[in-house]
């Protein structure tokens, strides 16, 4: 399942491609033709990600609302009109939003609906405070930790009290601090939740930046250094779901590329990592950090605005304790160990992590 910057990511690069144009809108799938038809030709003022759910606001208080799920994709790309002809539509496209110069797909998502600005307040009041975006109140998420019997654990992948959190932040922050899975909330200090809001604010931007989970301490300190030099990560493919499987497309239509920007910092600056050639650069003359006018709830995301969704972070993949079980632990040397929690497997060692 994507967590958090993914979503955001996604955000971000449907906003690029869609905000300011009237992008058709169509269920070549059939399984959405009403919620398209709602869409269809409305200005796309703004999108913006809390948690996992994503929202796309349209003229006319029009609110797409996407959850994808376990399976749900989302691709957002640019194409070439006069050379390539609109993109084919492949497999179950459920949603095609298109204009002159993109196109994006959903398939498979578990909520694509069209909603009311009420029912927009009605979603967000039910999650938790996001890391990810501006503005959040951690005490909303500790009233109901420091209640709870539930294990500290289960409650950080709980999005109705923290917002944005998959398994690997999970587990990666509670060891990165220490921190016994197994405590019930109750039991936590609040000192220990104030560490790891602080450290997941920290550790989620450089996830939408890279497109990649980092929580090794020395990778982290690596890609926070980047991204203070306005170096950002390779030239990227405008794609959910090209993280792991970038392919080229016909006549290079759905791996056509954006240059991923950190603040006004084109990613052209690094020519030297990318080839050009593939580059379909979009304009971004709106001043960066701006929170848009009709937006339904306070706050933009955290950290450097990107406009792409890599095809690679960049860092090799590294985690301290995420799918290492019965392997040593970096610190200890003891086993890590595995357990399910919240219907995912947690990854702990039973040495270290003591904290409460
Ligand atoms: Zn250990």
Redesign the pocket.
Known sequence: MPEGHTLHRLAQALDTAFAGTRPSAASPQGRFEDGAALLDGREVIAASAWGKHLFMEFAGDQWLNVHLGLIGKFSVASYDLERDGVPPVRGQVRLRLLTTTHVADLRGAIVSQVVTPDQVDDIVARLGPDPLRTEQDPDRAWARISKSGRSFAELLMDQSILAGVGNVYRCEVL?RH?IDPFRPGKEIRRQTWQLVWDDLVRLMPLGVAFNQIITMEDQVEKAELRVAQGRVPELAVVDTDSARRARPGPAGVLAAAVAAVVGDERAADLADESDEGDVDEIDDDEPEDETPASSRFAGVTRGPRVSGTSRRGGFRRKYAVYRRQGE???????K?RTKVVAGRNMFW?????RRR
Do not use: E
Request: glycine share 14%; aromatic share 6%.
């Open positions: 060891f220490r040593p632990c970096r610190v200890c040397g003891s890590i060692c039973g040495r270290c992590q």
